[in-house]
């Protein structure tokens, strides 16, 4: 399996990004991203079934939408009205439907200015 994530950046608060992240090798039950500042624990952000079934975590819930073509094996995660406590980088993760592992990809910076 393979992970290749893109979108990070750095933004103003207020702003938006948009995070990709196409998985290749399997086929995928549940997509998602996780992040991770520094000095914190890794945390989900949201996550998304097959069936397009979501989950946020409390604090992008109204801000942050996640969605995926299955067709493509892309998860994508559009974030707006960013806030500088979103600084984290970014993980893309996803579970695999026949052997119900799952796989990490490589991280991608995201940075709020005040």
């Not at 990709?20 to 998602?32: E, K, W």
């Not at 995660?77 to 970014?90: G, H, I, R």
């Amino acid at each position: 399996v393979q992970l290749q994530a893109s979108g990070g950046g750095l933004v103003q608060a207020g702003g938006f990004l948009r995070l990709s992240c196409a998985a290749s090798g399997s086929i995928f039950s549940i997509m998602g991203w996780y992040r991770q500042a520094p000095g914190k624990e890794r945390e989900l952000v949201a996550n998304i079934n097959r069936g397009g079934a979501t989950n946020y975590a409390d604090s992008v819930k109204g801000r942050f939408t996640i969605s995926r073509d299955n067709a493509k094996n892309t998860v994508y995660l559009q974030m707006n009205s960013l806030k500088p406590e979103d600084t984290a980088v970014y993980y893309c993760n996803v579970l695999t439907v026949f052997s119900a592992r799952d796989y990490w990809g490589q991280g991608t910076q995201v940075t709020v200015s005040s």
